[in-house]
């Protein structure tokens, strides 16, 4: 069973307007989320994190938000560009430990002129 | 300074045979991960080393499958026999003490026909 799921394969967005990613997990168990952005033929690189302590983090264009009670975590994108057409990826794991993360199945982002 | 080096890119071979793939970390990480992408199950970990020793393999789909890390600048993964399932993004990640930051390698694409 997935114990993270990203339930929409793609998402497509114009220029300018806010990207919502979205992101569900089952475990309770965990305490730290992790968004990763992955370019076609390139590995997946980091984007942005957040610990079960904070409910938000922020980073330029990029912010997390953590429901812990919905177990359901997003990621915003404002504004969007077109260079942010990628594959966004979510994972999670227990007490920091990014030796065991879990990672979802994908959205495919799309951000058109 | 490198990234973490992955080869080869693409691999194309017929059921049944060996696959190896192979990893160069980034110097200095002493954890190195295996993982799969594929559409149906997202970013899978297969197995990963900690100072060069498995430490968890559970993901491993199955005995065709195994990995080494003879020393700290290189690890296989191999496949043998290949069957047409084994096809997918075979990805190398690598990290200096968890809590911190997992870089990945660009991937090795498998394709068994």
């Known amino acids: 069973d997935q114990q993270v799921k990203q339930n929409s394969p793609s998402l497509s967005v114009q220029e300018g307007r806010i990207s919502i990613l979205n992101c569900d997990y089952t475990n309770s168990m965990f305490d730290y989320f992790l968004w990763y952005k992955k370019y076609p033929a390139e590995g997946p690189t980091f984007l942005i994190s957040i610990s079960s302590i904070k409910d938000k983090n922020e980073d330029g264009r990029f912010t997390v938000f953590l429901n812990k009670s919905a177990k359901h975590l997003s990621l915003h994108i404002v504004p969007s560009q077109p260079g942010d057409s990628a594959v966004y990826f979510c994972?999670?794991?227990?007490?920091?430990?990014?030796?065991?993360?879990?990672f979802g199945t994908g959205t495919r982002l799309q951000v058109f002129p | 300074d490198a990234g973490v080096i992955q080869s080869p890119r693409h691999e194309v071979t017929e059921m049944g045979q060996e696959v190896t793939l192979r990893c160069k970390p980034i110097s200095g990480h002493n954890s190195l991960f295996w993982y799969r992408q594929t559409m149906m199950r997202g970013l899978e970990l297969l197995i990963y080393?900690?100072?060069?020793?498995?430490?968890?393999d559970s993901g491993m789909p199955e005995d065709r499958f195994s990995a080494k890390m003879p020393n700290a600048s290189f690890s296989t993964l191999k496949i043998q026999p290949s069957e047409p399932r084994d096809s997918a993004v075979y990805f190398c990640a690598s990290i200096q003490g968890a809590g911190n930051t997992i870089y990945f390698g660009e991937g090795s694409w498998l394709t068994v026909v």
């Open positions: 080393f900690n100072n060069n020793v498995p430490i968890d």
């Open positions: 994972a999670a794991s227990v007490r920091y430990n990014t030796d065991k993360l879990i």
